[in-house]
């Protein structure tokens, strides 16, 4: 039963893979044969190249930012009682539960009003999409970081203190240590998150600086080749091997 539930899981993905072989450049069963020009192809086409160097280097800067504040987060909700923890631990949580969509929209807007208050143009550019995508990774690092320093023994951080280590050396020589996987986690998860987002991103990308999700949307709009199927596959593979990264520190079933 268990491998029939896998199975099914992963169907899509397998008939994916499938596709991407195809010689047929209108695709149709059964096939006219097999081969692997589309995978080469994906090279020829500029806006796939441009896109996954544009997602590349948003997902790179949400990942570096959004794990440094959510890390910091983190450590203030498990580690100190202060007026307005709840609330705050709220609104960090509250960009998993708003729709993309709507969180896009509202950035959007956001955007558009900074520019005409203060001539600051953040729509259609990569510092305005790196700070959104940030948006969406501190909720992430917060509870892979939070997952695991609740797993850690805090006498060691006070017998630390007790030999005569100051606070800032007990955090770098001991915490740090003992979060550091899920330190590693909250980074590669969070790279993830920003890499296949699509829904956000619609909302807040310019012309010739689409990420590699909506390059692929436009292509299926005019395009219906096996190369669309290619590119979905080595997204695939990419983000698959993050997350099996990932997973070797944390395991992401206690966090999702």
Known sequence: ???????????????????????????????????????????????????????????????????????????????????????????????????????GTALYVFYI??????????????????????TITIPWTVRLVASSMGGTDRSIEEAAMNLGANPWKTFTKVTLPLIRPGIVAAALFSFIVSFGNLEMSLFLVGPGKTTLPIAILQYLSFNLDPTIAAVSVVEIVIIGVAMLVTNRFVRISSIV
Do not use: D
Request: aromatic share 16%.
């Open 1 to 103: 039963m268990v491998t029939c539930i896998y199975g099914f899981l992963f169907l899509p993905l397998i008939f994916i893979a499938f596709i991407s072989v195809f010689s047929n450049r209108i695709i149709s069963f059964p096939p006219a044969g097999y081969t692997l020009q589309w995978y080469f192809n994906i090279l020829s086409q500029v806006q796939f190249v441009t896109g996954f160097v544009m997602s590349f280097q948003v997902a790179l800067l949400a990942m570096i930012f959004g794990c440094i504040l959510g890390t910091l987060a983190a450590i203030a909700l498990t580690r100190f009682s202060f007026p307005g923890k709840a609330f705050l631990n709220m609104l960090l949580m509250s960009p998993l539960v708003v729709p993309g969509i709507v969180a």
């Open 113 to 134: 009003q900074i520019t005409e208050l203060f001539g600051i143009r953040l729509a259609a550019s990569l510092p305005g999409l790196a700070f959104a995508h940030i």
